[in-house]
């Protein structure tokens, strides 16, 4: 009985933590798929103690649920692979080999992901150095993974030689970015092209690969908000936030309701940012010009309005482990409506453009689809599962923050091309106008951070004044905030989907590790299954509409 | 008269391929060109490590058009004194032609049914 | 000498340098247009109004490092930026882009050189500027540029046949390939505009040349976006600058002919000698009516997103040309009737 070989198995809230004997990890895996309809694998990834030890977090089918496994490795770091049983797998088990050299028997193509293929050792173990530098500078020829998966497509053919032949079919391999208008300069997409029909691709991504999650193991938690700053940073305050409230569901903590309200506010209002950023570029990669300044004007407002409030404009670190760093400015609500009113007039200026033109139709409808089971397949979270009308949103299915207060829709699409995946942005903007309006209207009065002077700093004249103000501006710099020993998931629909953090924590001021679940790798790991029988104009409209980011996704 | 014409055309030519000449000499301007294998390699997306270049065969799939091309381009050769010249043909003239176009746009469907009008 | 050679010779240069330094004002006005589209503000740095941007350009231009990719067909590399620029040149010769004007008691007719098939010399010589993107794209060794090359090829051949069907059957009104002849029929005012009687050719033939131009929404060959500049990938300094002085011209020769061929050209002159338009009034509705067309390629451009290459032959092989024949053999009708 599979249900057995789960162990210590207990429920708090929505999420059951368990663990298992490593050799039973398909025999699990596939009964919690199976018969308690965990239909999502959202994280794979491994803890450098002794033994090692490995953690799987599933999701629901009605994405309320989440379960969090672990098990110990032997001294070979060697489990079964979950490719046969989870798409997302592919990506996630190869960075976990890649960052833990964790071996996974039965993957099919185990090979580095985030760093190069040249590097040695595996920097998120406790024994590599964070201050050793690696130089790589050979390309990754991806030549072979791409001729395999052709060959599993029936395109090319395996001669007695070893070498490929595409009989009297002309394949054209072309790189299809780094540095591509495209691509970011961070996405590297090679295809097979025959004229201009992708028959086949492959990805390398880790272009903007800067060891996050070391740098996280060196720092204090308040010094690590920055850092997630960078991670999506079209959105960097929906990324604090993340962080933050990871953090202080681990102390046990909760905002006063004015905090809360502000974070509120501020996601969505990233939320609202973010979408112009994904929606401008595009429409640019669609051939649509105008609609960028449309849409990147009232975006600058918008900065305007985040630079007053945080001093920058758009790596803000605002958040603090308990708290933000102050309270709103004065007639902050004069300047919101502002930003609001240059949004709403920015959008509806686009969506006249757009809405009727049959060229814009053309391009985006039935293009870059992606069908409901391979939302779930890969993971997919945020507009991009909603607009294959997967109705994946966290503020409706685990609510957080008041969400379940706040009077506003998800968005959902019906096919999951190109078309809906920008249509459900535009909406998305919209609710997240109706949001900020209700949160303008509600917000309370009072403190915006915690008061416990163990997590958050005393207040100047204090620190100056009295001798415990002192030592405890002293020890929060030196030491940080203390988290004791625990490990947690927690995660917020931020802009591009669900983003997560999973923390552990070792009683010190520095966390043991973590690991960021971000929306954008998840979305990329599907990505060339989905431009794949398409042309290169859809591929582009394709990459636009899914909003990669590069930063989040190599972290 | 016609030699006049023909060397008016001759200077007509000398300026027309003159001036875009002259302007490519402009590039002796400019700084004398340096070399590195990066610099002088094809462009595709800062990857050094390509495979296959552009010189290889490229399939041709929907550039089948170009073929088509050729019998409507003809189509509209043949038409074009015939439409100047209209008025002086009349009702028989136009009979002609019409079954002229009639053809050729038989001609179309037929292609167009053949699928050659496809290209995803 | 000859008079004449002395009278063309200065014509030609005078077009030359117009329509050279029209290609320079030409990006100049569109960028400021597009920006005015956009709200911002275009070029304002260089000098008052940014004007000085286009001197700016040209120094950037001229002052560029040479290079050529080690694999390209250096020779066909080089030579295939002077087709473009040469046909755009060349085609001008045939459009009388003035009516005729008398100075110093010499009357000059307002046309290079006046051929008695000037409309199809044109045509002709814009199908041969096609060659330029086709062996740019092909010499340049780049595989980005090859797929330009394969779609500029695709559908400038496509809206070619386009362009010559749908001019057929203002021809048959006219019964002349002279442009002299077509517009002179249109002669008299606003009614006689060739548009009425034959509104489906004129949006066929705009629409062509929207696309012979490779003009958005058919500007695929070069999307930046997808193919990274398509054909001219691998060009720079005034290799690039020819290509778009070129690209420039054939805009402005297509303005020109739409003008003349459907909206009467210099038609509303001031005096009509021998049937011809005479007078400056006729030249400045010209200008205006150029003027029109160039702000409507750029108010395209501004407004809509480009087209697939499918989409594109979808359109002119199974829209447009059908249209076209449909257009001629009504008018073939009507004209019998």
Redesign the interface.
């Known amino acids: 009985m599979a249900e057995a070989l789960l162990l210590h198995a207990h429920k708090i809230d929505h999420t059951t933590r368990a663990t298992f004997a490593p050799q039973h990890l398909i025999e699990v895996l596939t009964y919690l798929k199976k018969t308690l309809h965990f239909d999502q694998l959202l994280d794979v990834t491994a803890i450098d103690e002794k033994p090692m030890k490995m953690v799987y977090i599933l999701r629901s089918h009605d994405f309320i649920d989440s379960y969090i496994l672990t098990t110990s490795l032997d001294e070979t770091h060697t489990i079964d692979s979950a490719t046969s049983l989870f798409e997302s797998a592919h990506w996630l088990e190869r960075e976990t080999y890649d960052q833990y050299g964790v071996h996974f028997v039965g993957h099919p193509n185990l090979t580095r992901i985030l760093n190069h293929e040249g590097f040695v050792g595996h920097p998120l173990r406790k024994d590599y150095p964070i201050a050793q530098g690696q130089m790589c500078h050979e390309t990754l020829d991806l030549l072979p993974q791409l001729q395999a998966r052709l060959e599993s497509k029936g395109i090319l053919t395996r001669q007695s030689d070893g070498t490929y032949s595409s009989g009297s079919r002309d394949i054209m391999y072309l790189n299809l970015g780094p540095s591509h208008p495209a691509s970011h300069g961070t996405i590297r997409t090679f295809v097979a092209l025959e004229g201009e029909t992708i028959v086949g691709a492959v990805n390398e991504i880790g272009y903007l690969h800067r060891g996050f999650e070391k740098s996280c193991e060196n720092h204090t938690y308040n010094q690590i908000i920055p850092y997630t700053d960078r991670l999506n940073y079209c959105s960097s305050l929906a990324n604090n936030v993340a962080f933050a409230k990871t953090i202080e569901e681990m102390l046990g903590v909760t905002l006063p309701d004015r905090g809360i309200f502000i974070r509120v506010m501020l996601i969505e209002l990233s939320r609202i940012i973010d979408h112009l950023v994904c929606l401008g570029a595009n429409l640019v990669d669609l051939g649509a010009l105008t609609n960028y300044w449309y849409l990147f004007n009232p975006r600058e407002t918008a900065y305007d309005f985040l630079t007053k409030l945080t001093g920058a404009r758009l790596t803000n670190s605002y958040m603090r482990v308990g708290g933000m760093a102050h309270d709103l400015f004065v007639g902050w609500e004069e300047e919101m409506k502002r930003v609001l009113a240059d949004v709403e007039q920015g959008m509806g200026d686009t969506l006249k453009l757009i809405e009727h033109n049959r060229i814009f139709h053309d391009r985006t409808q039935n293009v870059g689809i992606l069908t409901p089971q391979r939302v779930r397949d890969f993971a997919i979270s945020g507009p991009n599962a909603r607009a294959s009308g997967v109705p994946y949103d966290m503020r409706k299915t685990a609510p957080y923050y008041y969400y379940e207060s706040f009077d506003f829709d998800t968005v959902l699409g019906s096919v999951g091309d190109v078309y809906d995946r920008m249509m459900v942005r535009f909406e998305e903007i919209r609710q997240s106008i109706r949001i900020i309006r209700q949160i303008m209207a509600r917000i309370p009065s009072g403190a915006v951070s915690i008061d416990d002077h163990r997590i958050v700093l005393p207040p100047k004249p204090s620190v100056y004044d009295s001798i415990e103000g002192t030592i405890n501006h002293f020890k929060l710099i030196i030491d940080g905030v203390r988290v004791s020993a625990q490990s947690h998931y927690s995660a917020i629909e931020a802009v591009n989907g669900e983003l997560g953090f999973f923390v552990v924590s070792n009683g010190s001021g520095t966390p043991a590790k973590v690991k960021v679940k971000a929306p954008s790798f998840t979305a990329m790991s599907a990505y060339a299954s989905m431009i794949e029988g398409g042309q290169i104009a859809d591929a582009i409209a394709t990459l636009g509409s899914i909003n990669i980011i590069a930063g989040e996704m190599d972290r | 008269m016609q030699s006049?014409?023909l060397?008016?055309?001759a200077?007509?030519?000398l300026?027309?391929?003159g001036?875009?000449?002259l302007?490519?000499l402009?590039?002796f301007?400019?700084?004398k060109?340096?070399h590195s294998t990066a610099?002088?390699?094809?462009?595709?997306?800062?990857?050094?490590?390509?495979?296959?270049?552009?010189?290889?065969?490229?399939?041709?799939?929907?550039?089948l058009?170009?073929i088509?091309?050729v019998l409507?381009?003809i189509e509209?050769?043949f038409?074009?004194p015939w439409?100047?010249?209209?008025?002086e043909l009349?009702?028989f003239g136009?009979m002609e032609?019409?079954t002229f176009?009639g053809l050729l746009?038989a001609g179309?469907l037929y292609v167009?049914r053949k699928g050659a009008?496809r290209?995803? | 000498m000859d008079a004449i050679i002395i009278e063309t010779l200065i014509k030609i240069v005078v077009v030359v340098l117009i329509f050279s330094a029209l290609g320079g004002f030409g990006t100049y006005f569109e960028r400021k247009i597009l920006a005015f589209l956009q709200r911002r503000w275009g070029p304002n740095i260089v000098g008052p109004f940014g004007l000085l941007q286009i001197i700016a350009d040209g120094i950037k231009l001229f002052t560029k490092e040479d290079i050529i990719p080690i694999n390209a067909e250096r020779g066909i590399f080089i030579f295939s930026t002077l087709i473009i620029a040469v046909a755009a040149f060349t085609a001008f010769v045939a459009i009388p882009i003035y009516p005729q004007f008398t100075v110093f008691g010499y009357t000059v007719r307002p046309i290079v050189i006046d051929v008695n098939v000037g409309l199809l010399f044109v045509m002709g010589v814009m199908a041969v500027g096609m060659y330029s993107p086709l062996l740019a794209g092909m010499s340049s060794g780049n595989k980005w540029s090859l797929l330009g090359a394969a779609r500029a090829v695709v559908a400038l051949l496509s809206f070619e046949v386009i362009t010559g069907l749908s001019i057929l059957a203002p021809l048959m009104l006219v019964g002349s390939l002279s442009l002299i002849d077509i517009n002179a029929y249109q002669m008299g005012g606003i009614d006689n505009w060739m548009v009425w009687q034959q509104p489906i050719a004129f949006v066929l033939f705009l629409i062509a040349g929207f696309a012979e131009t490779n003009r958005k929404p058919f500007d695929l060959s070069e999307q930046d976006a997808e193919i990274i500049g398509g054909y001219h990938t691998e060009y720079s300094g005034m290799k690039y600058g020819l290509m778009m002085i070129g690209e420039y011209a054939n805009m402005f020769v297509v303005a020109f002919l739409v003008s003349i061929i459907f909206l009467g050209g210099y038609g509303e002159a001031g005096s009509i000698v021998n049937g011809e338009a005479v007078g400056a009034w006729g030249g400045i509705w010209l200008i205006l009516k150029v003027a029109f067309f160039f702000i409507l390629f750029v108010w395209v451009r501004a407004a809509w997103p480009h087209i697939r290459p499918d989409q594109l032959m979808w359109l002119a092989w199974k829209v447009l040309m059908p249209l076209a024949v449909v257009n001629i053999v009504i008018t073939g009708i009507v004209m019998m009737a």
């Open positions: 006049s014409l060397l008016a055309s200077s007509v030519a300026i027309a391929i001036v875009p000449l302007l490519h402009t590039k301007l400019g700084p060109p340096t610099k002088d390699a094809p462009y595709e997306s800062g990857i050094t490590h390509l495979v296959g270049d552009a010189n290889e065969r490229f399939s041709v799939k929907y550039y058009v170009a088509i091309f409507f381009d509209v050769v038409m074009l439409a100047v010249n209209l008025r009349g009702l136009i032609m019409f176009v746009v179309l167009y009008l290209w995803s």
